[in-house]
């Protein structure tokens, strides 16, 4: 059973910097793209970053390559969202989401999620 679990979600003041885990269960990323993907009270989920394999990130908006990177650790195998300089509308729900064979675009595509992990960024 292929099962997604982000942890690492926490209240941070604004500049402040995070790193959120996604393990997987049941899952070969050497098959399966990983995305980064978050959603804001009120709004819809937004895709932040996808990596397949050990490549280069596809960054679903240009603006989140500054402050948003990536990692892994195949032998967990468990895959990292770094996030720096974070800002008040980093507030959101951060999730992760496996994709066979490729970074999508289309988030619907995407085969299996995890249940998110909460980020508040306050004072």
């Known amino acids: 059973q292929v099962q997604l679990v982000e942890s690492g979600g926490n209240v941070v003041p604004p500049g402040g910097s995070l790193r959120l885990s996604c393990a997987t269960f049941?899952?070969?990323?050497?098959?399966?793209?990983i995305g980064w993907f978050r959603q804001a009270p009120g709004k819809d989920r937004e895709g932040l970053l996808c990596?397949?394999?050990?490549?280069?990130?596809?960054y679903y908006a240009t603006s989140m390559k500054d402050r948003f990177s990536v990692s892994r650790d195949n032998v967990e195998p468990t895959v990292y969202l770094e996030i720096k300089n974070l800002r008040p509308g980093d507030t959101a729900t951060y999730y992760c989401?496996?994709?066979?064979?490729?970074?999508?675009?289309?988030?619907?595509?995407?085969?299996?999620w995890g249940q998110g992990t909460q980020v508040t960024v306050s004072s």
């Open positions: 989401g496996a994709a066979w064979g490729s970074c999508l675009w289309d988030q619907a595509d995407f085969n299996y």
């Open positions: 990596q397949y394999k050990n490549g280069d990130p596809t």
């Open positions: 049941g899952l070969n990323l050497n098959t399966y793209a």
